[in-house]
């Protein structure tokens, strides 16, 4: 088992102070008129909505809460609604509004985006609900089937690689959690285990060339759906990433992403950051890697000293150009960096 950190954690951030920043954030999304979709509904942010549906749960026992924030319901209420209206809304992003092939990609991006949201709020209760159900099927039925992608899901491409979709490894590995966290009786549906089998060799055959933030989320989905990766390819990716670990205890975006550079030409943060320390550090809570519970303590407790404590996050800058990181556009890193902060700091208690 891992040392928890939970000591210092406790005695250093504010749990209220998190969720109120993530509240805020989501409530924002949800209103801005650039999110609006047809039927009523708005688009799920992978840097805002998404981040919010997997870490503001996690803050629950730490506030006494007993069920989900407002915006949490009015988030899952909208996911609902177009699970529900699945072949009546349009994609997030049209074919006919934004070129060939937006229309593929939004429906690829959001069936895994549905799916993993809805069972993920479902995981406590261990049920599944007929709406969670209903958002697998629209998951498995846009699964590729043939060719070099078989396996994987059409996904958003926006030239923000490797932040912000543009990757299909991270939509496959998010799709891999999602199956993942489901009831074991679901997955071991005889179509289900041929939908996983196929998503397991895609990832298998991809995984080598992508950059260690893809590898680190696959190592997170390896723990949700056993079987994925072997031990020693579970050990590969935990000594990789901890290779990568800072002086400060942090971990650092620009050190995980590989090449890439931002399309300004300006240089990347090298500091540690809240978005990679937090990432990092929950993957490796999620599986016993031998060896890594101190490099795990270090990552908490820089977790829990570099909480903004005035507004509650985690801070983390674009990797696509120089924002104002009080802007808008400019906290989009800070609302996921927050969102992996307190999902790594609170399943460490």
Not at 1 to 23: E, H, I, N
Not at 319 to 336: H, I, V
Request: include cysteine; charged fraction near 20%; aromatic fraction near 8%.
């Amino acid at each position: 088992m891992f040392v928890s950190g939970s000591a210092v954690a406790q005695q250093t951030w504010s749990p209220k102070t998190a969720a109120a920043y993530l509240d805020e954030r989501s409530g924002w999304w949800m209103a801005w008129p650039k999110a609006a979709r047809d039927h009523q509904t708005f688009c799920v942010s992978c840097h805002t909505l998404a981040p919010y549906a997997l870490g503001r749960p996690s803050l629950r026992a730490a506030l006494s809460e007993t069920a989900p924030s407002a915006n949490e319901r009015k988030m899952l209420q909208n996911i609902v609604s177009r699970v529900r209206l699945w072949k009546e809304v349009e994609p997030f992003y049209p074919d006919q509004t934004t070129g060939l092939p937006k229309t593929s990609e939004s429906r690829g991006t959001e069936a895994v985006l549905n799916a993993l949201i809805l069972v993920w709020n479902e995981v406590p209760s261990g049920a599944l609900s007929p709406d969670a159900r209903l958002a697998l099927g629209n998951l498995w039925a846009l699964q590729l089937k043939s060719g070099e992608m078989s396996g994987s899901w059409a996904w958003l491409q926006f030239h923000n690689a490797p932040w912000e979709g543009d990757s299909q490894f991270y939509g496959t590995a998010l799709a891999a959690i999602a199956v993942g966290s489901a009831a074991a009786d679901y997955k071991s549906e005889p179509k289900v285990q041929a939908g996983i089998n196929l998503m397991r060799s895609w990832l298998l055959k991809n995984m080598d060339s992508q950059t260690p933030a893809d590898r680190v989320v696959l190592l997170w989905a390896s723990a949700k759906l056993p079987g994925l990766l072997t031990d020693a390819q579970q050990t590969s990716i935990v000594r990789e990433a901890l290779a990568k670990q800072k002086e400060d205890g942090g971990f650092s975006l620009s050190t995980l992403v590989g090449s890439w550079k931002r399309r300004d030409n300006t240089p990347l943060e090298a500091g540690s950051d809240g978005y990679a320390t937090g990432l990092v550090a929950y993957a490796l809570k999620q599986v016993a890697s031998p060896g890594s519970e101190p490099a795990l303590k270090r990552a908490l407790t820089w977790l829990a000293r570099n909480q903004n404590q005035t507004d509650g996050r985690w801070s983390a800058t674009s990797l696509n150009k120089q924002r104002e990181l009080s802007s808008d556009a400019g906290l989009f890193m800070s609302d996921a960096a927050t969102a992996y902060a307190v999902m790594a700091l609170e399943n460490s208690r």
